[in-house]
């Protein structure tokens, strides 16, 4: 648990400085940012990560993520943190006073959620894809610059994710002896960002705003993220990462609907680097482009400034899945054809990658390929048992709020005789439809939860709160305070239930735990490199020497003469 709050210090002292950066960088050039930003660390965190993920990505093509990057990057850092040290001071002061007028109950709150997210990042990486390729994706890392076709040794290796790259960077790159490989730092940092944001946000609105409803939207967000991604917490995962920064950006743009053009480049630089941390993030670019479209005046301009931006953003992430699968992006693109024909992944295990992903979210049990040919009407009863009980919660919230939102829109143009224009340019519903369309979206390409919590909670939040907007405030504080007390009592019976595990306190104190053990076998060689493989039954490699794979193809082979010079298929 030391250790976990030393790397959290670490990953956020580095986050702040370059988000300080960015947040003169954009005012100096653009104008004003949106005062809920500049006055949240935690945001300020997110961005500066988001440049951190931007520029690891450069550099990974020509060095490895090991020592020297991490000391350099580190220092550039502190430079940055010592440059702005009068705003820094002024933004720890706000802090502060922003927290007294949350009040203590939501101190009290938050004290709770960071204790219980802090017995959860000590836990072993439990996600089974980590064990999969996720642990040896950060070696990889770790170990040499980005390596061409890596994906032809196994397909999940080319699943190009920026927050694999964050992960390499907050991880010791050459372990001590006997100690784990401390990979929970990434995932962790972001639930608690966004815990201390969202707690935070909400008793302010519940004391001193004029806007309860807000604080139901974010207290709800932290209390249904957790339900449903708490066992994962302590797993280097790329969705939980995407959420987070999804929430944090729907929290933002209802906070503060019309964006200058500052803002609009920084909401516009965070829902791109969620795309380069999962793909299903994609429709989250739709947040900052529609958000540039009003006021008229101007439009285009924000507009073509913001595609520029986004572009930017994204560059690095493409080059990147260019070397390592030969694709623009793997395995989605792969109908375009390979970039590269001579690390190219084989199109029949892109094939089998891209049909791994929309079946196995249909039918997650194990019994995936039988979905391939199945209607709507005979894999959605199985996938609906398949869910876990907080997941059907979610989805049942999300859809019985299209349905009042529906009845509220009827209401609203039938019986009060609103424009349909006035609703239209109405913010707060502009950006259910957009969740709603993400939802859409996520259902007919691979529905996975862990792909859309993002959309889904923000709309199952969300319909409810834009009907209850015209209420009282005096109603609005009532459920809000009654929201913070359930959330107060989940948090506390988490905690109760994580520390009556035997030996959590005394055996994580100092280390998180370690990746599960698991054994492989050398299967073949690659050049002079013995190729290790995933024992049976689930061909998992853990955290174990490099390379290793869940199945070695005859037809692989070195480019060269050393790993780093990377692999190609050659077919017979």
Request: glycine fraction near 10%; hydrophobic fraction near 55%.
């Amino acid at each position: 648990m030391l250790l976990i709050i030393v790397f959290w210090a670490w990953a956020a002292g580095v986050g702040l400085g370059f988000g300080l950066g960015l947040e003169k960088l954009l005012k100096r050039i653009w104008g004003p940012l949106p005062r809920v930003l500049t006055d949240s660390p935690e945001l300020l965190i997110i961005g500066g990560l988001a440049i951190l993920a931007w520029l690891v990505a450069i550099l990974s093509f020509s060095l490895p993520v090991a020592l020297p990057v991490q000391l350099g990057i580190s220092a550039l850092a502190i430079i940055l943190l010592v440059a702005n040290r009068a705003r820094l001071r002024l933004l720890l002061l706000s802090y502060g006073g922003s927290w007294q007028e949350a009040g203590p109950l939501a101190g009290l709150l938050a004290g709770a959620l960071v204790a219980l997210l802090l017995t959860h990042a000590t836990q072993p990486p439990t996600f089974p894809d980590s064990a999969l390729y996720h642990a040896q994706f950060v070696q990889w890392m770790h170990g040499y610059p980005l390596v061409p076709g890596l994906g032809n040794l196994r397909g999940q290796l080319a699943f190009n994710s920026h927050a694999h790259l964050l992960t390499a960077f907050f991880s010791p790159a050459t372990p001590l002896s006997q100690a784990p490989a401390f990979q929970q730092t990434v995932s962790s940092l972001g639930f608690l960002l966004l815990t201390l944001h969202h707690v935070r946000r909400a008793g302010r609105h519940l004391r001193v705003g004029q806007r309860p409803w807000l604080a139901s939207f974010y207290l709800g967000s932290v209390v249904f993220l957790l339900m449903t991604m708490r066992p994962w917490i302590s797993s280097p995962l790329a969705d939980s990462t995407a959420a987070i920064l999804g929430l944090l950006l729907l929290g933002l743009l209802l906070e503060t609907p019309r964006l200058l053009s500052a803002g609009l480049l920084w909401v516009g630089i965070v829902a791109a680097t969620a795309v380069t941390v999962k793909s299903s993030a994609g429709a989250m670019l739709l947040w900052p482009l529609v958000a540039a479209w009003w006021p008229a005046q101007g439009r285009w301009r924000r507009l073509g400034l913001l595609l520029g931006v986004i572009g930017l953003v994204l560059l690095p992430w493409v080059g990147r899945n260019v070397v390592l699968s030969g694709y623009l992006v793997y395995p989605l693109a792969g109908q375009v054809g390979p970039v590269v024909r001579d690390w190219a992944v084989p199109p029949a295990q892109l094939a089998a990658d891209l049909a791994e992903i929309r079946l196995f979210a249909r039918r997650p049990l194990g019994d995936w390929p039988l979905a391939a040919k199945q209607p709507l009407g005979q894999w959605l009863p199985l996938w609906w048992l398949q869910q876990e009980p907080a997941d059907k919660l979610l989805l049942l919230v999300a859809v019985a709020g299209i349905g009042l939102m529906l009845g509220w829109l009827m209401w609203q143009l039938v019986v009060k005789r609103t424009a349909y224009s006035a609703l239209i340019k109405r913010p707060d519903l502009t950006l259910y439809l957009l969740l709603l369309l993400g939802c859409g979206s996520w259902f007919v390409a691979a529905p996975a939860m862990r792909f859309a919590y993002a959309y889904l909670i923000g709309a199952a939040l969300l319909s409810p709160l834009i009907i209850a907007r015209g209420l009282p405030i005096r109603w609005g504080r009532v459920g809000g305070w009654s929201l913070c007390a359930l959330s107060l009592f989940y948090a506390l019976n988490g905690l109760r239930h994580e520390l009556a595990k035997p030996d959590t306190l005394t055996t994580r104190l100092t280390w998180p735990a370690d990746y599960p053990a698991v054994r492989t076998r050398v299967a073949g060689h690659a050049g002079s490199y013995p190729v290790r493989m995933g024992a049976w039954p689930n061909s998992r490699c853990g955290n174990a020497l490099l390379p290793c794979t869940d199945s070695l193809s005859p037809g692989l082979q070195l480019r060269g003469t050393t790993l780093c010079q990377g692999f190609r298929m050659v077919q017979d």
